[in-house]
């Protein structure tokens, strides 16, 4: 019996070990403009929204493979704003930022979109939010139902083995 718990035991918490770190790593959960939209009008600022909060690292825009002038500044812990300092000119642009979440992982995410000049405007990060939001806890969800699985499995395989001992003694 005391060797289940402790296999139950020492389950239970590598589990914990390997879901802390998976919830703890900032991911990219909504941008504005988002990956590949056309935008016009007057974009000034670029958003992007992550799941903890992060420091910016290196933010650089590129004008069909140029490098654009664009500053980044936090507008909360979990929100980006980048500047883009110049107005834009009609074509492709790819934004790449570099940046260290709280988990000390330093990570990268790109996202390209087309600038036209008379294409609607951008919405703000807010009105794209719920669905970011929603994945990332659809995620929170999922390690949730692991660890009550492993936790149900557990005490299944336990009582089981304890029918077993039980038998073995009485014979």
Same mark, same amino acid.
Request: hydrophobic share 45%.
């Given at each position: 019996m005391r060797r289940v718990a402790l296999v139950v035991g020492l389950l239970s918490l590598s589990l914990g070990f390997f879901v802390e770190p998976a919830l703890a790593h900032g991911d990219l959960i909504a941008t504005s403009p988002s990956e590949g939209q056309t935008v016009g009008g007057a974009l000034t600022t670029l958003q992007l929204v992550f799941s903890e909060p992060v @420091? &910016? @690292?290196a933010t650089? +825009?590129? =004008? =069909?493979? &140029? +490098? /654009?002038? /664009? /500053?980044s500044r936090t507008s909360s812990p979990n929100v980006i704003l980048i500047d883009v300092e110049a107005p834009l000119s009609e074509g492709l642009? *790819? #934004?790449? %930022? *570099?940046? #260290?979440? #709280? =988990?000390g992982d330093t990570s990268e &995410?790109? +996202?390209?979109?087309n600038y036209l000049e008379s294409a609607p405007e951008a919405l703000s990060v807010v009105s794209v939010m719920p669905a970011a939001l929603e994945e990332q806890s659809r995620r929170v969800w999922l390690y &949730?139902?692991?660890a009550a699985t492993l936790a149900v499995g557990a005490v299944v395989v336990s009582r089981r083995w304890l029918r %077993? *001992?039980?038998l073995e003694r009485s014979r």
């Amino acid at each position: 019996m005391r060797r289940v718990a402790l296999v139950v035991g020492l389950l239970s918490l590598s589990l914990g070990f390997f879901v802390e770190p998976a919830l703890a790593h900032g991911d990219l959960i909504a941008t504005s403009p988002s990956e590949g939209q056309t935008v016009g009008g007057a974009l000034t600022t670029l958003q992007l929204v992550f799941s903890e909060p992060v @420091e &910016v @690292e290196a933010t650089e +825009l590129y =004008d =069909d493979g &140029v +490098l /654009a002038s /664009a /500053a980044s500044r936090t507008s909360s812990p979990n929100v980006i704003l980048i500047d883009v300092e110049a107005p834009l000119s009609e074509g492709l642009y *790819r #934004l790449t %930022v *570099r940046y #260290l979440s #709280l =988990d000390g992982d330093t990570s990268e &995410v790109s +996202l390209s979109f087309n600038y036209l000049e008379s294409a609607p405007e951008a919405l703000s990060v807010v009105s794209v939010m719920p669905a970011a939001l929603e994945e990332q806890s659809r995620r929170v969800w999922l390690y &949730v139902i692991a660890a009550a699985t492993l936790a149900v499995g557990a005490v299944v395989v336990s009582r089981r083995w304890l029918r %077993v *001992r039980q038998l073995e003694r009485s014979r």
